[in-house]
C-alpha cells in the first residue's frame, strides 16, 4: 500500500509535506527502543513509536522504513521534520497511543 492511500485511510497527519507519499508501506513495525528496532525492522514497514528526536530518523534509514508515524500525539519539532524532509523520510503523525495506531493500520490492511 502507498503511504499516501495509508493517509486516506486513517486521516493521519503528515508532517514531512515537502515529501511525495508515493512510497510503499509492506508492514508495520511498533518499538520504542532504538537498538531493538535496529535488530528487527523490515525494510519497507511503517514504523511507529514516540521518539522524536533525530536518531529515529538514523534508523529509520538504516532499517530503509517506509515512514515513521509518531503515536500518541508526541510532539514533533520542527527540526525533527527539517531534518527527516532532508534526508526524504516521511514523517506522520497520530494522536491515538501506539496500540490503537497499529490497529488502525491493521484495519486497512497492513
Not at 10 to 30: I, M, Q
Not at 67 to 91: F, H, M, N, S, W
Request: hydrophobic content about 45%.
Amino acid at each position: 500500500m502507498k503511504v499516501s492511500e495509508l493517509i486516506e485511510k486513517t486521516g493521519f497527519k503528515l508532517s514531512t509535506t515537502n515529501l511525495s507519499t508515493d512510497v510503499e508501506a509492506n508492514g508495520v513495525y511498533c518499538g520504542d527502543l532504538l537498538s531493538w528496532v535496529m535488530g528487527r525492522g523490515e525494510p519497507e514497514q511503517a514504523w511507529i513509536t514516540v521518539q522524536v528526536h533525530n536518531n529515529v530518523i538514523a534508523v529509520a534509514l538504516l532499517r530503509d522504513f517506509s515512514c515513521v508515524i509518531i503515536a500518541d500525539g508526541a510532539y514533533v519539532t520542527d527540526d525533527l521534520i527539517r531534518k527527516a524532509e532532508a534526508e526524504q523520510l516521511l514523517i506522520l503523525e497520530s494522536s491515538l497511543p501506539v496500540y490503537e495506531t497499529a490497529q488502525k493500520l491493521n484495519a486497512i490492511g497492513l
